[in-house]
């Protein structure tokens, strides 16, 4: 499986942006997902998660609320609606499939197939 996440730009403040993770390959819906987000200098963190069937999500404290994360099986994509960004949210975006299904959903080695990442600006 090979993820890809696209969608990123530039938004204002206050303003909303969906990021796409997109999958080639077989048995994308049996897999979970992540959405994790990294600037210059900084570990590379969590930001949401979505098992197999859409049916339970994770959200990082600094998601709770603004974020929505869902999928499409049919359309092998995995979405992240942000909404009321701030300019802390400005980073490279990343999806990645969850293999290891361990307690703490910021646990970078429960994940594979890494795609580029998405720039997300928000201006101030």
């Known amino acids: 499986v090979q993820l890809q996440a696209s969608g990123g730009g530039l938004v204002q403040a206050g303003g909303s942006l969906r990021v796409s993770c997109a999958a080639s390959?077989?048995?994308?819906?049996?897999?979970?997902v992540g959405w994790f987000r990294q600037t210059p200098g900084k570990e590379r963190d969590v930001v949401a998660a979505?098992?197999?069937?859409?049916?339970?999500?994770y959200y990082a404290d600094s998601a709770k609320g603004r974020f929505f994360i869902s999928r499409d099986n049919a359309k092998n994509t995995v979405y992240l609606q942000m909404n009321s960004l701030k300019p802390e949210d400005t980073a490279v975006y990343y999806c990645?499939?969850?293999?290891?299904?361990?307690?703490?959903?910021?646990?970078?080695?429960?994940?594979?197939?890494w795609g580029q990442g998405t720039l997300v600006t928000v201006s101030s």
């Open positions: 979505i098992n197999w069937s859409g049916a339970h999500t």
């Open positions: 990645a499939r969850r293999i290891y299904s361990s307690s703490d959903y910021n646990l970078r080695e429960d994940y594979d197939s």
């Open positions: 390959g077989r048995a994308f819906g049996y897999y979970a």
